[in-house]
């Protein structure tokens, strides 16, 4: 595939620093070749040229170029003989939460994860509660609830998944991934797809980030809990609930789009700026919390993204605030919106 420059800088597998960023793409021959030697290992898990609406909550986005779902360890080690051997883009892919893909596509190899992936021990005697990457965050707090484990309520109101939440450090309602998670099993998919334990320290957490890279695909964590009676644990969750109903608008959306600036929030930014509503196509900045941008029903990512810009833009001219997208922005290449992750995921 086209070659790439991409040294590999001391540190945990696949940050940041594994491949330089800009857009690669596979031709449609590398993605049937490539297609084909995963099919022959793990069979109708792999599919060419699915839509990326139904996978990602905006529902907008072109073809992804080969989807694999990995269910078991071995199937992560079967992709990353695949990986060494074709050397595409990569993209992991939880809930699509936090995910804008273009209208062109991703012309890669994407990932998602189920199966095993998808399982819950919240039973443990140490108070640990493990999770696959795979496991929806709601999901997650309320077996976690259930079972008189508190700590985790915050997840209830984050529709990603426990990989998709370490590798954003997602958090909400004072919490944060960083702040309850005891350690994260990553595989490497260009060093062999077999996992390591890493602790929030060596993930780099920071505020809506890590130092996971494309390759990096969080297998499953490891996040430490408080005891609970379970109707406590139920009605803070109830409240959670209750207070994104009232505050965040529902549809198509990916939750916050820029990060709030230091010291500021993003949303009372755009809000004093009159943006409320601006439309571009099927986008607009939702009425209800400026910091979230809606998609009609026939919106396209192009859309999205005009959006992205205008808002941008007007806080820009009016504040002088360069609001940096939190939204992570696939296939859209070197002219995307600064921020994005290119072709490359
Ligand atoms: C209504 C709404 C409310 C939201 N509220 C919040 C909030 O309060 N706080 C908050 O932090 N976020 C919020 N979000 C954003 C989003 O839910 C989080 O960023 C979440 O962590 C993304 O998880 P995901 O599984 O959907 O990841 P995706 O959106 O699929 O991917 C996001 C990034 O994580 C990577 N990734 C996904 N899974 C894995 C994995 N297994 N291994 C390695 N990398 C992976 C992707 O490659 C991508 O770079 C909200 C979104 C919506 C739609």
Redesign the pocket.
Known sequence: MNGTDHRVEAGPPGTTADRPPGARTCSPGELDALAAELAASLGDRVRRAAPAGPLT?YRVGGPIGVLVRVGEPGHVEALADAVGHHDPPL?????????LVSDEGFAGLAVV?DGRFSEVDAGRDDGIVTAG?AVPLPMLARRAAAAGRGGLEFYV?????V??????N???HGRETREVLVRAWVADLRSGGGARPLDPAALGLGY?SSI?G?S???LGAELATEPCRPDTCEARLAEIVRWRRDH?PGGA????VFRNPPGDSAGRLIDACGLKGLRRGGAFVSPKHANFIQADDDATAADVVAVVRAVRAAVADATGVDLEPEL?LVGFGADGVPGG?GAG?
């Open positions: 909550t993209l992991v892919i939880g809930r699509g939460s936090n995910l994860l990457g109101g984050i529709p990603g998944t990989g998709g939440a370490v590798r954003m997602a958090g909400g809506r996971l494309p990096a695909i969080v965040q959306n990916a939750g916050s992570r992750e995921g």
